[in-house]
Protein backbone atom coordinates (compact mmCIF):
# COMPACT_ATOMS: atom_id res chain seq x y z
CA UNK A 1 0.00 0.00 0.00
CA UNK A 2 2.73 2.46 0.91
CA UNK A 3 4.65 1.07 -2.18
CA UNK A 4 1.79 2.66 -4.06
CA UNK A 5 1.37 5.57 -2.58
CA UNK A 6 5.02 6.45 -3.00
CA UNK A 7 4.95 5.36 -6.66
CA UNK A 8 1.76 7.67 -7.46
CA UNK A 9 3.24 10.72 -5.12
CA UNK A 10 6.71 10.34 -8.01
CA UNK A 11 4.70 10.07 -10.90
CA UNK A 12 2.50 13.07 -9.34
CA UNK A 13 5.85 15.04 -8.78
CA UNK A 14 7.26 14.22 -12.44
CA UNK A 15 4.20 15.10 -13.59
CA UNK A 16 4.22 18.79 -12.10
CA UNK A 17 7.90 19.12 -13.05
CA UNK A 18 7.40 18.69 -16.64
CA UNK A 19 4.35 21.43 -16.26
CA UNK A 20 6.90 24.04 -14.65
CA UNK A 21 9.23 23.66 -16.59
CA UNK A 22 7.23 23.70 -19.82
CA UNK A 23 6.82 26.92 -21.98
CA UNK A 24 4.21 26.52 -23.76
CA UNK A 25 -0.01 25.10 -23.00
CA UNK A 26 -1.91 24.47 -25.89
CA UNK A 27 -5.42 22.99 -26.88
CA UNK A 28 -5.37 20.64 -30.10
CA UNK A 29 -8.39 20.13 -31.85
CA UNK A 30 -9.10 17.00 -30.15
CA UNK A 31 -9.41 19.35 -27.51
CA UNK A 32 -6.53 17.88 -25.55
CA UNK A 33 -4.69 19.85 -23.25
CA UNK A 34 -0.63 19.96 -24.02
CA UNK A 35 2.24 21.34 -21.78
CA UNK A 36 5.71 21.36 -23.85
CA UNK A 37 8.53 23.33 -24.53
CA UNK A 38 8.19 23.03 -27.97
CA UNK A 39 6.22 25.03 -29.93
CA UNK A 40 2.66 23.31 -30.79
CA UNK A 41 1.82 22.50 -34.47
CA UNK A 42 -0.28 24.09 -36.75
CA UNK A 43 -4.33 23.91 -35.65
CA UNK A 44 -3.19 23.96 -31.46
CA UNK A 45 -4.40 27.25 -29.82
CA UNK A 46 -1.97 28.62 -27.41
CA UNK A 47 -3.74 29.39 -24.40
CA UNK A 48 -0.40 30.01 -21.74
CA UNK A 49 3.34 31.02 -22.61
CA UNK A 50 6.13 31.59 -20.88
CA UNK A 51 7.77 34.90 -21.35
CA UNK A 52 11.44 34.23 -23.13
CA UNK A 53 12.73 36.04 -20.64
CA UNK A 54 11.43 33.85 -17.73
CA UNK A 55 9.63 36.54 -15.58
CA UNK A 56 6.28 34.86 -15.87
CA UNK A 57 3.94 34.01 -17.71
CA UNK A 58 2.10 36.08 -20.91
CA UNK A 59 -1.54 36.39 -20.03
CA UNK A 60 -1.96 37.33 -23.83
CA UNK A 61 -0.19 35.48 -26.07
CA UNK A 62 0.30 36.21 -29.83
CA UNK A 63 -1.50 33.63 -32.70
CA UNK A 64 0.33 30.86 -33.03
CA UNK A 65 1.27 32.21 -36.70
CA UNK A 66 2.41 35.64 -35.55
CA UNK A 67 4.48 34.76 -32.97
CA UNK A 68 6.07 32.34 -35.52
CA UNK A 69 6.53 35.40 -37.91
CA UNK A 70 7.70 37.70 -34.59
CA UNK A 71 10.42 35.53 -33.68
CA UNK A 72 12.08 34.76 -36.75
CA UNK A 73 11.84 38.73 -37.72
CA UNK A 74 11.13 40.75 -34.77
CA UNK A 75 10.51 44.30 -35.27
CA UNK A 76 12.34 46.95 -33.71
CA UNK A 77 10.87 51.27 -33.96
CA UNK A 78 13.58 53.95 -32.99
CA UNK A 79 11.89 57.04 -32.59
CA UNK A 80 12.35 60.82 -31.38
CA UNK A 81 10.29 63.13 -28.71
CA UNK A 82 8.20 65.78 -30.63
CA UNK A 83 8.33 63.87 -33.79
CA UNK A 84 5.54 63.69 -36.17
CA UNK A 85 6.76 61.08 -38.65
CA UNK A 86 7.45 58.75 -35.75
CA UNK A 87 3.70 58.66 -34.23
CA UNK A 88 2.21 58.18 -37.61
CA UNK A 89 4.72 55.57 -37.99
CA UNK A 90 3.64 53.76 -34.30
CA UNK A 91 -0.15 54.43 -35.50
CA UNK A 92 0.83 52.50 -38.46
CA UNK A 93 2.25 49.25 -36.50
CA UNK A 94 -0.76 49.37 -33.96
CA UNK A 95 -3.32 49.21 -36.70
CA UNK A 96 -1.41 46.49 -39.01
CA UNK A 97 -1.40 44.60 -35.82
CA UNK A 98 2.37 44.30 -35.55
CA UNK A 99 3.99 43.31 -32.22
CA UNK A 100 7.29 45.85 -31.80
CA UNK A 101 9.62 47.18 -29.46
CA UNK A 102 10.24 50.75 -29.22
CA UNK A 103 13.71 52.19 -28.52
CA UNK A 104 13.64 56.12 -27.78
CA UNK A 105 16.47 58.35 -28.96
CA UNK A 106 16.29 61.91 -26.50
CA UNK A 107 20.17 62.25 -25.03
CA UNK A 108 23.57 62.88 -26.28
CA UNK A 109 24.52 59.02 -25.83
CA UNK A 110 20.89 57.71 -27.53
CA UNK A 111 21.53 59.83 -30.43
CA UNK A 112 25.22 58.47 -30.70
CA UNK A 113 23.89 55.18 -31.05
CA UNK A 114 21.10 55.90 -32.99
CA UNK A 115 23.44 57.70 -35.50
CA UNK A 116 24.19 53.51 -36.54
CA UNK A 117 20.83 52.87 -37.70
CA UNK A 118 20.27 56.48 -39.55
CA UNK A 119 23.67 58.08 -40.02
CA UNK A 120 21.79 61.49 -40.72
CA UNK A 121 19.91 61.04 -37.89
CA UNK A 122 16.31 60.87 -39.96
CA UNK A 123 13.80 58.78 -37.52
CA UNK A 124 11.82 57.21 -37.24
CA UNK A 125 13.54 53.87 -38.41
CA UNK A 126 12.44 50.28 -38.61
CA UNK A 127 14.09 47.43 -38.44
CA UNK A 128 12.24 44.35 -39.19
CA UNK A 129 14.77 41.04 -38.64
CA UNK A 130 17.80 42.14 -40.74
CA UNK A 131 16.51 44.83 -42.66
CA UNK A 132 15.58 48.65 -41.88
CA UNK A 133 13.58 51.31 -43.33
CA UNK A 134 15.19 55.11 -42.75
CA UNK A 135 12.17 57.69 -42.18
CA UNK A 136 8.32 56.78 -42.40
CA UNK A 137 7.10 55.72 -46.04
CA UNK A 138 4.27 53.22 -45.17
CA UNK A 139 4.45 51.97 -48.94
CA UNK A 140 8.73 50.81 -47.88
CA UNK A 141 7.25 50.40 -44.32
CA UNK A 142 4.42 47.64 -45.70
CA UNK A 143 7.13 45.79 -48.08
CA UNK A 144 9.29 45.01 -44.89
CA UNK A 145 6.49 43.38 -43.23
CA UNK A 146 4.83 41.62 -46.24
CA UNK A 147 8.21 40.00 -47.21
CA UNK A 148 8.73 38.66 -43.42
CA UNK A 149 5.23 37.35 -43.21
CA UNK A 150 3.67 39.56 -41.05
CA UNK A 151 -0.47 39.44 -41.95
CA UNK A 152 -1.43 41.92 -43.77
CA UNK A 153 -4.47 42.53 -41.76
CA UNK A 154 -4.80 43.04 -37.53
CA UNK A 155 -4.30 39.19 -35.76
CA UNK A 156 -3.57 40.38 -32.78
CA UNK A 157 -5.61 40.01 -29.84
CA UNK A 158 -7.65 42.90 -28.66
CA UNK A 159 -6.03 43.12 -24.97
CA UNK A 160 -2.56 42.69 -26.53
CA UNK A 161 0.24 45.19 -25.16
CA UNK A 162 3.54 46.29 -26.69
CA UNK A 163 6.61 46.53 -24.21
CA UNK A 164 6.34 50.02 -23.21
CA UNK A 165 9.22 51.75 -24.78
CA UNK A 166 12.63 52.11 -23.65
CA UNK A 167 15.53 54.58 -24.11
CA UNK A 168 18.16 53.61 -26.73
CA UNK A 169 21.13 53.79 -24.74
CA UNK A 170 21.60 52.15 -21.31
CA UNK A 171 23.28 55.49 -20.28
CA UNK A 172 20.03 56.90 -20.43
CA UNK A 173 18.21 54.17 -18.82
CA UNK A 174 20.19 54.05 -16.33
CA UNK A 175 20.15 57.94 -15.45
CA UNK A 176 15.98 57.19 -15.38
CA UNK A 177 16.26 54.58 -12.74
CA UNK A 178 18.43 56.80 -10.60
CA UNK A 179 15.80 59.34 -10.47
CA UNK A 180 13.59 57.18 -8.40
CA UNK A 181 16.63 56.81 -6.01
CA UNK A 182 16.55 59.08 -3.09
CA UNK A 183 20.13 58.13 -2.15
CA UNK A 184 21.65 58.10 -5.85
CA UNK A 185 24.69 60.08 -6.58
CA UNK A 186 24.14 63.67 -8.25
CA UNK A 187 26.13 62.43 -11.12
CA UNK A 188 26.65 58.87 -12.78
CA UNK A 189 29.36 57.92 -15.65
CA UNK A 190 28.44 55.02 -17.42
CA UNK A 191 30.33 53.58 -20.49
CA UNK A 192 27.28 53.00 -23.11
CA UNK A 193 27.14 49.52 -24.34
CA UNK A 194 28.30 48.78 -28.21
CA UNK A 195 26.04 49.95 -30.51
CA UNK A 196 24.63 46.48 -33.17
CA UNK A 197 25.57 46.30 -36.66
CA UNK A 198 24.21 48.60 -39.47
CA UNK A 199 21.81 47.40 -41.32
CA UNK A 200 21.26 47.76 -44.50
CA UNK A 201 18.40 50.59 -45.22
CA UNK A 202 15.75 49.83 -47.78
CA UNK A 203 15.14 53.84 -48.68
CA UNK A 204 14.25 56.64 -47.10
CA UNK A 205 10.96 58.52 -46.04
CA UNK A 206 9.53 61.59 -44.79
CA UNK A 207 11.13 61.97 -40.84
CA UNK A 208 12.53 64.10 -38.20
CA UNK A 209 16.38 65.34 -37.96
CA UNK A 210 17.87 65.15 -34.91
Not at 5 to 34: F, W
Not at 138 to 159: E, F, T
Request: one cysteine or more; charged letters at 20%; hydrophobic letters at 35%.
Amino acid sequence: MNRNIRSLSLGIGIAVAGTAAAQYKSIGPDGRVTYSDVAPPAGARVVEQKKPNGAGTSTVPLPFELQQVATKYPVTLYTGDRCAPCEQARNYLRARGVPFVEKTVTSDDDIALFKRQSPDGTAPVIAVGGRRSVGFSQVAWAGLLDNAGYPAVAALPRDYQNPAPTPLSPTTRASAQDLTRPDAPATKTARPAPAPASLPPVDNGSGFRF
